[in-house]
């Protein structure tokens, strides 16, 4: 082989050996410089890990003391809550005496003056008609009078609807023998007002209270009876009880 030729093959060699320790130079530099990129990424990831685990912490102390100081909140929201009923029971409790007292004096003012009717039973014979007989009153007076053939004849109060007439008698002391009276009252009831024959008679004895023998004779002998319920209201109190 030519000399020459030799030398040519020679120069290519060693131009490619150095071109290979240059790429492997090369390689070897980029190796070094990921794992110089990996050392610092993991730095950071430790840098993060550790942030996030104190955020974590910081987030749950506060988590925990925003429960704690709810909790303390709707402790004390329920105490207030809670004293805010017993003052309103108590509130409720003395109004219902001071209304019992005041009704109490009322019905005693009005016994006195014999106005027990107009001042304690007009008002709330309306509603117990409505609530009781599903009555729409069309007609109420009281101290009807009638005269018949020289005879007088007077009841306390009338009420009337569609299909019903009420006869009210009021006394400022219940007795049973009143409702004996009313009783034989009431059977001459449609001769004095004859213009009420087509609607059936019921009898109320109103008073402002009623003694528990009284009620039970006033049941069993078909009539309502209208007097104050605890203190508290007006109203029918033997309702369930009147045998008709």
Not at 38 to 44: D, G
Not at 140 to 163: H, S
Not at 181 to 210: C, D, H, W
Request: charged share 40%; net charge negative; glycine share 2%.
């Amino acid at each position: 082989m030519p000399e020459a030729v030799l030398e040519k093959r020679v120069d290519k060699l060693e131009q490619a050996m150095m071109e290979l320790v240059y790429q492997a130079r090369r390689t070897e530099m980029s190796i070094e410089k990921l794992s110089e990129e990996m050392k610092e990424f993991k730095e950071e990831m430790r840098v993060f890990r550790e942030e996030s685990e104190r955020d974590r912490k910081t987030l749950h102390e506060e988590i925990t003391l925003f429960k704690e100081e709810a909790e303390r909140d709707r402790k004390a929201l329920h105490k207030e809550m809670q004293a805010f009923k017993e003052e309103m029971c108590e509130f409720k409790r003395q109004q219902q005496e001071e209304n019992k007292r005041k009704n109490k004096e009322w019905s005693n003012l009005a016994k006195k003056m014999g106005t027990l009717y107009e001042d304690l039973i007009a008002p709330a014979l309306r509603p117990a008609l409505s609530k009781y007989f599903n009555c729409d009153v069309s007609m109420e007076g009281q101290r009807m009078f009638r005269k018949l053939n020289g005879e007088c004849y007077e009841v306390d109060a009338i009420a009337a609807c569609k299909d019903k007439v009420f006869m009210i008698e009021v006394r400022s002391t219940p007795r049973e023998s009143d409702i004996k009276e009313i009783k034989e009252k009431a059977e001459r009831f449609f001769e004095f007002f004859p213009e009420f024959k087509n609607k059936k008679l019921i009898i109320i004895f109103g008073s402002i209270t009623f003694p528990e023998n009284v009620i039970k004779y006033a049941s069993r002998s078909g009539v309502y009876v209208m007097g104050w319920r605890e203190w508290e209201y007006m109203d029918i109190l033997n309702f369930e009880d009147v045998r008709l």
